[in-house]
Each structure stands twice: as structure tokens, then as C-alpha cells.
């Protein structure tokens, strides 16, 4: 095989500081001054006058939007993507923006939160009219998308459904829906981990399980706050741990509660495994599945809605994503949906895909 020779104009990344009001004072105390990542397409001449479409990549779960510019052994960075579809003519030019948005859990899913921070406003109020500002971009939702995968796929979804004022057409590659597939077979795991930290320490022997109305309401006994003072020490995560991580991101996305010990509560008992009903409720209010209904008239005020996802996903995820694409189609909205053969990692090759649609919505 020979070294990647790409062809063509690369284009320009350049990488901007911004300083957020919406983030200063976030509750994980988590950097408001941020590094944006914002690539020109070939033939931008910064003493030009056309403008251009504008693409947001929401990225997923521990990524941050810069991480979408680095070199890639086999394939291509998001910047080298997209310059090679605008040489091979399957898309026009278009500006891309690499936000950061991540957080001392591992990310977020692109929505406010009292646990995290209000990573949909950082978004729409203050990063769209800062690029919007800077470079010459086509400054309304009908020119303006964003994409993403997994959390970014979630994060687009949703955005499309609750801020559509912002976008006008989005790209959700295998993002989080149908949350009693994704999410509820991990949560024993979760619970194993956070065990670990548990006080006093289990013994072998005869148990009692007392009832115990702290972690029936899905309240941190302590165990969650010495799991992420643990992890937070460390710069290498194992797979256990980072998925617990990831599960705890969630419910301070899902659940927030400022009441609560670290500002969130967890579905599930911590000791029995129970399911808390009414804790797992404020999660499928987040679901996508359960909201086309509610946002059907916005997500039909979208100029294009694409969606794909491989059918062995590992996560189970192809589960929701057919069942939004069902619930879509049921609602109304137009959408195209598409499957492939493969599963969550390593398919931002989808991408040759997702791109020239939204160009070709949004030119």
C-alpha cells in the first residue's frame, strides 16, 4: 500500500481561542477558554466576498473537535475528507467548525445541564455567531448543519429537534436512541466498578441488604465521588472504567438534580441493581424515540435529515436508529436512513456519505 497522497487544495485550519460567558463558572469547574477549530475551504481568500455553507462536527464521547484534524494512518482527517469530496467534485466548498466540548466526564451530549454545563447554548448563542463574525460564512439556519457520531449523532438529533432555529439540515451517524437497548445492559458493569469503592469493604460471608433510602433515590453514598476522584488522578483509563465514566456522564446529563451529591442522580440502586422507575423516566424524556412526536414540526421545518448506522453495532445502537427512522417516517418527516456492514468504531469513513448531502441541502 502506498502513503496516502491526497490531491488537491488541502483547504485552511485555523484555530482560534474563545473565551465562553456561558461555560465560565460550569459545575465540573471545566475550562471556559477553549480552542475552536474552524477550516476554510480551497479557493477562501480571506480578502474574498463569497460565503460559504457552514458545517458544525459534533464529536463523540471523550473526542473534542480538534482530534478531527489530526492525521489518520489509513484514512482521512475531517479537513482531508472534505477537501478530497470538494476535489472529486461530490460536494461544493464548505466552512467546518471543530468546537471543544469536553468535560472532566468524558464529554457531553451537546444539551444544558446543571451537572455539566450548558453545552447547547455554548453552541447556539455564543460559537454560531462568533464564527458567523469572524469568517464569511452564509449567516442563517438555512445554510448552516451539523454532524456528529455516537454522542455527536445524539447531539445532532436533538439540536435538529429542539433548536431549529439554529440548523437547517444535520447527519446523525450512529447516535444515541432506543436508551433500554443502549444504555441499560452496561449499567451492571457500572455498578461492579463503582463497588469497588465502596465503604465499608464487602467481606465474604452471610450478607444483609437493609433497605437503604440514599441509594433507592439514586443518590451517591460516597462510591461514585471516590470513583472519579480515583479516575480524575489518572492519565491511562481502563475499559471498565471508561464506560462507567461514560454511564455517569449520562445521568448527569439525563438526571441532573443540584440537590443531589456531584449533581445527578442514577437509575439504578447501587447495591440490589434495582431500577429506580422514576429516575429511568427523566431518561427516556431524553430519548429521541419519544420525541419526534413533540418536535414533529420542527423536524419537519428541516431541510435534510440523515441518519445511518452499521447493524452490528456493538452498543446495540442500529436497535434505535431503526426505530427513530420508524417513528420519523410515521411522523411525517423526510428523512433518508441507511445501514452498512460494520459496527461503532472506525466509520468516519460514513462521512463520504453524510457531507455531500448536507452540502446538497444547504448550498
Known amino acids: 500500500m502506498s502513503l496516502k497522497r491526497p490531491k488537491g487544495d488541502p483547504g485552511t ?18 475550562p471556559h477558554v477553549r480552542k475552536l477549530g474552524v477550516w476554510l475551504p480551497p479557493g477562501y481568500d480571506h480578502g474574498g466576498r463569497k460565503r460559504y455553507p457552514v458545517l458544525y462536527d459534533l464529536v463523540g464521547f471523550t473526542g473534542s ?71 464569511r460564512t452564509l449567516a442563517g439556519r438555512d445554510h448552516r448543519g451539523c454532524f456528529g457520531k455516537s454522542s455527536g449523532g445524539y447531539g445532532s438529533i436533538i439540536h435538529a429537534m429542539k433548536y431549529p432555529q439554529y440548523w437547517g439540515a444535520i447527519a446523525d451517524h450512529s447516535g444515541d436512541a432506543y436508551f433500554d437497548f443502549v444504555y441499560w445492559h452496561d449499567w451492571p458493569n457500572t455498578l461492579n466498578e463503582l463497588a469497588k469503592y465502596r465503604t465499608p469493604k464487602r467481606r465474604a460471608g452471610a450478607q444483609k441488604f437493609p433497605r437503604n433510602r440514599k441509594l433507592e433515590a439514586g443518590l451517591d453514598d460516597g462510591r461514585i465521588r471516590r470513583f472519579l476522584s480515583t479516575v480524575w488522578k489518572k492519565e491511562k483509563l481502563s475499559g471498565k472504567e471508561g464506560h462507567a465514566i461514560m454511564n455517569l456522564c449520562m445521568a448527569a446529563t439525563y438526571d441532573p438534580d443540584p440537590r443531589a451529591p456531584n449533581g445527578f442522580r442514577i437509575p439504578f440502586n447501587a447495591e440490589t441493581g434495582e431500577v429506580i422507575e422514576a429516575r429511568w423516566r427523566n431518561w427516556r424524556r431524553h430519548d429521541p424515540i419519544n420525541l419526534v412526536e413533540k418536535y414533529r414540526a420542527n ?5 435534510g ?20 427512522s420508524q417513528r420519523l417516517a410515521q411522523a411525517g418527516v423526510r428523512h433518508r436512513y441507511e445501514e452498512f456492514d460494520d459496527d461503532h468504531s472506525d466509520i468516519d469513513y460514513r462521512m463520504d456519505v453524510s457531507l455531500p448531502f448536507l452540502f446538497r441541502a444547504l448550498r
Open 13 to 30: 485550519l485555523v484555530v482560534l481561542e474563545h473565551s465562553s460567558k456561558i461555560l465560565k463558572g460550569n459545575p465540573l469547574g471545566d
Open 65 to 135: 473537535g480538534l482530534s478531527h484534524a489530526n492525521w489518520k494512518p489509513f484514512g482521512d482527517s475531517v479537513p482531508e475528507r472534505a477537501a478530497r469530496l470538494i476535489h472529486e467534485r461530490k460536494m461544493g466548498p464548505v466552512i467546518i467548525v471543530l468546537p471543544d466540548c469536553f468535560t472532566a466526564l468524558g464529554g457531553n451530549q451537546y444539551v444544558n445541564s446543571s451537572a455539566i454545563g450548558n453545552y447547547a447554548d455554548y453552541l447556539t448563542r455564543e460559537i454560531i455567531p462568533f464564527v458567523d463574525g469572524e469568517f
Open 305 to 324: 435529515i440523515y441518519i445511518d448506522c452499521g447493524w452490528k453495532d456493538q452498543y446495540h445502537i442500529h436497535y434505535g436508529s431503526r426505530l427513530l
Open 299 to 303: 423536524l419537519k421545518s428541516l431541510r
